[in-house]
Each structure stands twice: as C-alpha cells, then as structure tokens.
C-alpha cells in the first residue's frame, strides 16, 4: 500500500458553505478563498521529539515544476504523484517512518525530510555523524533539481535546560571543536537553539535544538520552521553582496568619467558631439546595470527584513558564555547589507547625475541652436530686404518698359491712323501720351500689389 499523500488542501479548517438562498453576503470575489487560505498555504510541521531534519534548498531557475514532480516521485511509494499536487506550491509527503516536506518559493525550492534522530546522535554525544543515518539515498539528495543555496542538518533532542552549564557543554560536545553561538527561545525560556554556522565537507551546516520533554508537536514544527527559514532567508539575502563588490569599480570609474564630463562641461574645452557621445555611452551602461540588478537589490532588502523578522519571533534571551544567534548573525549581516544597500543608493544617484547632465548639455546644445536658428532669421530677414528692394527696382523697370511698349503701341497706331488720311503727328501724339501711359501703368500695378496683399 502506497504511503498517504498529505494535501496542504486537507490541512485547511472547513467552512461550510450556506445554500445560495440562506446567502446573507454577495457573491464572493473570484480570488477570495485564494487570499483567504494563503495564511493558511505552508502550515508547520508535527515533529515528535527526538528528531532529525534534513533540510535542502535549491534555486528553482530553469527548474520546472514537471521536474520536480519526477523527482518526488522516485520516493518509495509516490510513483503515482499527480503533477497537480504540486500547483498550490506545498506538499506534505508521508512515508515508513519518516516524512517529506516540498515548498516551491519565486527564486528557490525547499525539501524537509523529517525522521527520528538515531540513538547515537542524542544530546551528550561528541560531533555524532548523521550521513549514514538517512532514511532516504543519497542519491535522491544528490538528485534534487536546482542549485543547492542551503543545506542543514537539524537535530531537536530532549534535554534538561535548568542545568544550563552541563547542558551547554554538551551542546559543545556535539559540535566538536567548533565553536558555537546558542539562544535560549521564548519569552518563558522553552527551549535552546544552538549552531556553528560552519559548512561541513558533506555540504550541511548542523543546528541543535535542546527542548525539556513536554514540548509539543506543533511547537517543535514551528521552532525547526523559524529557524530553517532564517539561515535560508540569510544566504538569500547575502546574494545581493557579490553584485555590489561587482559593481562598485564601475561605479567608481563611472563617478570620475561624470566629473570629467562635468568639468569639460563648465569650462566648454570640448565638443558638444564629443560630450553627447561620452554620457550616451555611460548613461547606457548604467542602466543596463540599474535594469539588470535592480531586482536582486530589492529582493536582498525583502529577505534582509525577513531576517529580521524570523529574529524577532525567535525572543531570543542570552545564554551565559554565549552569542545570541540574533547579534552573531546580526554583527556579520549588517554590514553586507549596508554595502547592498549602499550600493543600490550610489548607482540610483550615480543614474539621477547622468540624467541631470545629460538635461544641462542639452540645456545648452538648445541655446547654441536657438542662437544659431537666430542668426539664420536675421540672415533670412536681410536677404529678404534685399530681394524687396530688387524687385522694387525690377518693378520700375518693369513700369518703364511696358510704357515703351504701349507708347510703341500708340506710336503704330498713330502712324496707321496718319496713313489713312486723318491729319495727325504721331510722335507728337505719342511724346505728349507719355506721362498719360505711365500713370496708368503705374496705377494698375499699385492696384495688383494691393489685390495681392488683400488676398494674403
């Protein structure tokens, strides 16, 4: 018989609906029941104390959940997975004596395996190896798709945490000869969390839960959760730091080029071509790097204020000799994500530069152009002073020969008059027709003149 499969559907709490005629509301919105059961999407695990949590984190880029599916389904008894278990993003695997928790997050996927601790890994044992105890191959673990970020042994045993100095040196004990950072958790102090941060050569950090024997099922879900997901959260939110040492002798040449082009700007020693060209060139790569690592910026602060919150809810109290794992993780993260975020804050200002001087070089090539537009208009105005005064002339010209020709004109037709018999002088008549002619001609061009500009 095939292990039960657990829905994260089943774990919901049920509502009842009422028939639609006892309906006292509206219609529900299409993604009410969704936003409803989302506080409801990743319940904690029950975990029965003495226990061991493997615990896996994959970047899921390029990982389809198809894959994973396939994957889940090479354990013992899930041949017959459905790929649609696998929609709402949890699922909750129950095998032999052990279970499987599958979570698929924006950028990475994570697996809990959690089994029972083996007798030789129990509080008092010195640095116990946990690989040969697994219940699952390491095969599977090796064939987990994706790109591991997190990986972390949990071991949650009983303990007595009134005897705080025998306990915490066999806390020390477990760890080897590593040092260890612990944490009493609660406000009523109800149990001790206590780790190295040391990645092993089998690739798993280890974490040590100590909890009295009364604890409970779901607060032991909820404690190994909070503490999972903060060391997750960390790492995650410590990849924005490789991007900003990346960046910064970009920005740092970037920087120096500005001030260079700003100087050349206000002393004018050289080209505006040249200058459009230089800030084009930078403006284009800092905004490839701005489009680029923008995300990752903000996705660092998202997790750093994750961080921050899984600390919170963990109310860390300090165990006499020890670091909180808060201030250990706190004093070595802070300063990443101040050079993140200082980072992010020099390339958004090192962008608002470019903008600014690319707006006072075009300022400028505006000014010249207007200036050189100006001096065009005058060109143009003078030229067409000039082009007025010649066809004045022109035009008196013009009035001077179509008088010749009429006066010509008249001067035949006197001639043909005097040659039919009629007792005239044509070039008396024509000399004294003259003034006559040009007033006449002039009157009807002034008249043309005056129709033309009516009509513009």
């Known amino acids: ?132 105890s697994l219940v699952l191959t390491p095969e599977w673990l090796r064939g987990i798709p994706g790109r591991t970020i997190a990986a972390i042994k949990l071991a949650m045993v009983h303990g007595d945490l009134t005897t705080v100095d025998a306990t915490l040196a066999q806390a020390r004990a477990w760890f080897g000869e590593h040092p260890v950072v612990a944490s009493v958790m609660g406000n009523a102090g109800h149990s001790w969390a206590v780790t190295d941060f040391m990645l092993r050569p089998s690739g798993f950090e280890r974490m040590l839960v100590i909890a009295p024997p009364d604890t409970t099922q ?61 800030l084009v060139s930078m403006a284009a790569r800092v905004e490839r790097a701005t489009a680029e690592h923008v995300y990752r910026f903000s996705a660092t602060r998202a997790y750093d204020t994750l961080v921050g919150q899984r600390i919170t809810e963990l109310r860390e109290q300090a165990i006499p000799g020890t670091q909180t794992l808060g201030e250990f993780m706190q004093r070595r993260l802070s300063p990443a994500m101040a050079t993140v975020a200082a980072t992010a804050q020099r390339l958004a200002s090192l962008s608002e530069r470019v903008s600014r001087t690319s707006a006072l070089l075009r300022t400028r090539v505006d000014i010249a152009t207007e200036v050189q537009n100006q001096q065009l208009l005058e060109k143009l105005t003078r030229g067409q002073e000039l082009q007025l005064r010649l066809q004045s002339t022109v035009e008196g010209l013009s009035i001077a020969a179509i008088s010749y020709y009429v006066v010509s004109l008249l001067l035949y037709g006197g001639k043909a008059l005097k040659g039919a018999g009629v007792p005239i002088n044509p070039e008396t008549a024509a000399g004294a027709l003259i003034p006559l002619v040009l007033w006449a001609v002039w009157r009807t061009t002034r008249r043309i003149h005056k129709k033309l500009h009516a009509g513009n």
């Open 1 to 132: 018989m095939n292990p039960p499969l657990i829905h994260p559907s089943a774990l919901l709490p049920s509502s009842p609906s009422a028939p639609p005629a006892l309906r006292l509301l509206p219609d529900d919105d299409a993604q009410r029941a969704m936003l409803h059961n989302e506080v409801h999407a990743r319940p904690p695990a029950r975990i029965r104390l003495p226990a061991l949590v493997v615990y896996v984190a994959v970047f899921n880029d390029g990982v389809t959940r198809e894959q994973e599916c396939a994957h889940l389904r090479l354990l013992p008894g899930q041949q017959a997975l459905a790929l649609e278990s696998l929609h709402g993003n949890f699922l909750r695997l129950r095998g032999e004596g052990y279970t499987v928790k599958w979570e698929r997050h924006t950028e990475f996927s994570r697996y809990a395996i959690v089994q029972p601790l083996p007798a030789h890994a129990q509080l008092g044992a010195c640095d116990p190896e946990l690989m040969s």
């Open 218 to 278: 779901t607060r032991a879900g909820r404690i190994s959760q909070r503490l999972l997901e903060l060391e997750t959260y960390r790492l995650m939110a410590l990849r924005g730091l490789p991007v900003a040492k990346q960046l910064g002798p970009m920005l740092t040449e970037a920087d120096g080029a500005l001030a260079d082009i700003t100087a050349q700007l206000e002393n004018k020693s050289a080209s505006d071509q040249d200058l459009l060209d230089t």
